[in-house]
Antibody, heavy 126, light 107 residues
Framework: QVTLKESAPALVKPTQTLTLTCTFS??????????VSWIRQPPGKALEWLAR???????FYSTSLKTRLSISKDTSKNQVVLTMANMDPVDTATYYC??????????????????WGQGTTVAVSS | DIQMTQSPSSLSASVGDRVTITCRAS??????LNWYQQKPGKAPKLLIF???SLQSGVPSRFSGSGSGTDFTLTISSLQPEDFATYYC?????????FGPGTKVDIK
């Protein structure tokens, strides 16, 4: 059974750095084609993709947030960590991690985020 | 970045109705389009990947179509458990981007 679970402090102060941890089971980030993304959702708003790390340690970031984000993996612990610097109240949101794996369709590989964590809510306030 | 738009932003429908949601990309994304369903307080759920491929376990009343820039999610006969918000997402290139969502509620 594939599961992911996010953990983070529920409250951070403005200007602090947020550390989000995604702990997963049922798959390995050593396996070719596996990816883990972070996505957030402010209250009442749409989903926003933040970052992704792939099985081969390739890393990708949101254009608007890339100067504040850093993603890493610890394959021995089955964890993916995202840090977000210089937190602001507008960063108040539920943060999700999700797995993708390549599925072949008509000769090409397609990646949907097929398993999500339950999300962790982070508030930014002084 | 590739911009995704959806229409309508919300709709009201009755059980048994056929519902169609449209998603448009700001440039061609071939068939790299996914659809998700999200219920209040829950994580999104993958419904469709590769524009038309049904994710395992998703009822066959859900279907997807389109390629290039224009895509459609259709629910052939709306069920009570389908009242939710639906998002499209492009996986053609990073950064990935989501549409703004379409909320489907009860008429």
């Amino acid at each position: 059974q594939v599961t992911l679970k996010e953990s983070a402090p529920a409250l951070v102060k403005p200007t602090q750095t947020l550390t989000l941890t995604c702990t997963f089971s049922g798959f390995s980030l050593r396996t070719s084609g596996i990816r883990v993304s972070w996505i957030r959702q402010p209250p009442g708003k749409a989903l926003e993709w933040l970052a992704r790390i792939d099985w081969d340690d390739e890393k990708f970031y949101s254009t608007s947030l890339k100067t504040r984000l850093s993603i890493s993996k610890d394959t021995s612990k089955n964890q993916v960590v995202l840090t977000m610097a210089n937190m602001d109240p507008v960063d108040t949101a539920t943060y999700y991690c999700a797995r993708s794996r390549g599925i072949p369709v008509a000769g090409y590989y397609y990646y949907g985020m097929d398993v999500w964590g339950q999300g962790t809510t982070v508030a930014v306030s002084s | 970045d590739i911009q995704m738009t959806q229409s309508p932003s919300s709709l009201s429908a009755s059980v048994g109705d056929r519902v169609t949601i449209t998603c448009r990309a700001s440039q061609s994304i071939d068939s790299y389009l996914n659809w998700y369903q999200q219920k209040p307080g829950k994580a999104p759920k993958l419904l469709i990947f590769a524009a038309f491929s049904l994710q395992s376990g998703v009822p066959s009343r859900f279907s997807g179509s389109g390629s290039g820039t224009d895509f459609t999610l259709t629910i052939s006969s709306l069920q009570p458990e389908d009242f939710a918000t639906y998002y499209c997402q492009q996986s053609y290139g990073t950064p990935f981007t989501f549409g703004p969502g379409t909320k489907v509620d009860i008429k």
